[in-house]
């Protein structure tokens, strides 16, 4: 580590950085600058820009270290990032960039004051996304909009892209609404029990994509788990802690915890990509509260993505055949952050008749990242039309990915382009298959 570094890493608030969780100058050590994550990571790929790469941003949090003040400039580099985590993947050395940017955009959120418009957009943001009965009061009229036909008159004419990219983003990307009943507090193991799991039920996963959730109980059910639902169980703090919001995420686990930990569940399982990797790292959250450490920690060790915990108790549920071609497309919060790439692949091989398809590029970000789309809306328009032509050229018939976001954003993306394949979450096809639902099930929604 050079000396500045190091002496750097051990003083007190000088330069950007305070001494609450600073950014670690060990980790900024270990990047070596050979450049093997500079074509993994969405920015650069747009803009060929040194200072939105992983190493760039790695070298700015390393000056703020040094004592460079946390210029506009410097935050907006930090804020360009998607925390997509492909720099993670691709990176020889392990630089552990997840926990940098973590631990810088906290020190941004707390010692940045950001201008009156930023402010306001991410104060509606936050009063919104992470509060899953505010966003299912938005159900009644979002599907009058819907069906008045006015969201497709309004994408048709453009005019919101000149006049307001950010609504323009959430116009194209609300989903066509579907009305399912709430899953109940329980729901019991079919056959023999194998394993009692708790499941997340989510803010945008349980007031858009209900059909996700509910497909989510049956395979379980299926597969010999009992379910154990709690309402108003809130959100699991993903969309604050990848946003620097670090104090609202820690309540978030806290509720969630307490919710949770009575319940004699086994596993504790998650079918949104970006909430599970956030689950996993809750003993880290929660490291600094004596009250809550140990059991964050155990909490977390029980967190299971559908897919891996379907393949680590065995599937025993009939498939039955389900004719359609499939492209695949990883989510970088379950592929990058979470390593889980392989189950959804071998679960969706194991459904008779379904052909998979690889999709070019697959470890670059659509550009959904959480509200990265909202905050961003040209670039990642511009990341999900790469996305979409990708997904298109496999041919397939359906997507799949297990990410509510990245669901939206491709959705979004293929509209734009003219082009037309239908959606699903692994857990909808899983579910399709065991049920004996053919093709049409999944691709005439
Ligand atoms: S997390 Fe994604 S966007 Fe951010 S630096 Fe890494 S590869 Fe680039
Ligand atoms: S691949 Fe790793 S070591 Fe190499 S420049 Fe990127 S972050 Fe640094």
Not at 159 to 170: F, K, N, Q, S, Y
Request: with cysteine; proline share 7%.
């Amino acid at each position: 580590m050079p000396d500045a570094l190091r002496a750097a890493g051990n003083a007190g608030a000088a330069g950007a950085f305070d001494d609450h969780h600073r950014p670690r100058a060990d980790q900024v050590a270990d990047c070596v600058h050979c450049g093997f994550c500079l074509t993994t990571c969405p920015t650069y790929v747009l803009w060929g820009e040194e200072m939105d790469s992983p190493r760039g941003r790695i070298h700015l949090i390393a000056q703020g270290l040094e004592g460079e003040p946390l210029s506009t400039s410097m935050v907006t580099h930090v804020d360009r990032c998607l925390g997509c985590m492909a720099c993670v993947t691709a990176c020889p050395s392990g630089v552990r960039y997840d926990q940098l940017i973590e631990d810088t955009r906290a020190q941004v959120e707390r010692r940045h004051p950001r201008g009156a418009r930023d402010r306001a957009l991410r104060a509606a943001i936050f009063a919104l996304f992470p509060y899953p009965r505010r966003l299912r009061l938005l159900r009644g009229p979002l599907w009058a909009y819907q069906r008045s036909g006015l969201q497709a008159l309004i994408g048709r004419t453009q005019l919101l892209e000149r006049l307001a990219p950010t609504l323009a983003t959430l116009n194209a990307l609300a989903p066509r609404l579907r009305g399912v009943p709430r899953p109940p507090r329980r729901v019991a193991a079919h056959g023999d029990r194998r394993a009692v799991v708790g499941m997340l039920t989510g803010c945008v996963q349980s007031a858009f994509f209900p059909d996700v959730n509910a497909a989510t109980v049956r395979i379980l059910a299926a597969e010999g788990c009992d379910v154990l639902i709690p309402p108003g169980q809130g959100c699991c703090g993903a969309l604050s802690v990848h946003n620097g919001r670090r104090a609202e995420a820690e309540r978030f686990a806290r509720r969630l915890i307490d919710t949770f930990e009575r319940s004699g569940m086994d596993y504790f399982v998650v079918n949104a990509a970006g909430c599970g990797s956030s689950l996993k790292e809750y003993g880290a959250l929660l490291a600094d509260d004596p009250a809550y450490a140990t059991r964050a920690a155990t909490f977390a060790a029980k967190v299971r993505d559908l897919a891996e915990l379907l393949i680590e108790i065995g599937p025993v549920a009939e498939r039955h055949p389900l004719p359609v071609t499939v492209a695949y497309h990883d989510a970088c919060h379950l592929g990058h952050a979470q390593g889980i790439r392989a189950q959804p692949r071998t679960l969706l091989r194991g459904v008779p008749g379904l052909e998979l398809r690889e999709i070019a590029d697959p470890e670059i970000c659509c550009g959904s990242a959480g509200v990265w789309n909202v905050l961003n809306p040209e670039p990642a328009a511009a990341l999900g039309d790469r996305k979409a032509a990708a997904v298109l050229a496999t041919g397939a018939s359906l997507l799949v990915t297990a990410n509510p976001g990245c669901l939206m954003q491709v959705a979004a993306a293929v509209r734009r382009q003219g082009g037309e394949i239908a959606l699903a979450h692994t857990a909808q096809v899983l579910d399709a298959s065991i049920r004996g639902l053919g093709p049409a099930a999944l691709t005439d929604r």
